[in-house]
């Protein structure tokens, strides 16, 4: 079982910059950050995924400004946020454990953090 714990979330203004971190226990080859934005609350968006040796994938819509980034040896992950825009605005959620299909989809993923909220104005 692997438990997770996101910190890092708080309000900026539009251009600004937040770090979240997840720490987590146990082992888990895959990450992800997702994000659930205000009015959607039925569905979680991959923001971006990290597996055990580094590789990374974002959505497009962070491409460019959000770095994804692991420490395996401290069972850290965390997600450096830059140009942060209104459209940012959402519950960041810090998820382990993939479970096979597609990794978009936050079902695929077995093991979630509490949430750190992000606000940008």
């Known amino acids: 079982h692997v438990q997770l714990v996101e910190s890092g979330g708080g309000s900026v203004q539009t251009g600004g910059s937040l770090r979240l971190a997840c720490v987590y226990s146990g082992r888990t080859y895959y990450m992800a950050w997702f994000r659930q934005i205000p009015g959607n609350e039925r569905e979680r968006e991959t923001v971006?995924?990290?597996?055990?040796?580094?590789?990374?994938a974002y959505a497009d819509s962070v491409k460019g400004r959000f770095t994804i980034s692991r420490d395996n040896a401290n069972n850290m992950v965390w997600q450096q946020m830059n140009s942060l825009k209104p459209e940012d605005t959402g519950m960041y959620y810090c998820?382990?454990?993939?479970?096979?299909?597609?990794?978009?989809?936050?079902?695929?993923?077995?093991?979630w953090g509490q949430g750190t909220q992000v606000t940008v104005s």
């Open positions: 998820a382990g454990g993939y479970k096979g299909g597609s990794y978009l989809a936050p079902s695929a993923w077995t093991y």
């Open positions: 971006a995924t990290i597996d055990i040796l580094g590789e990374t």
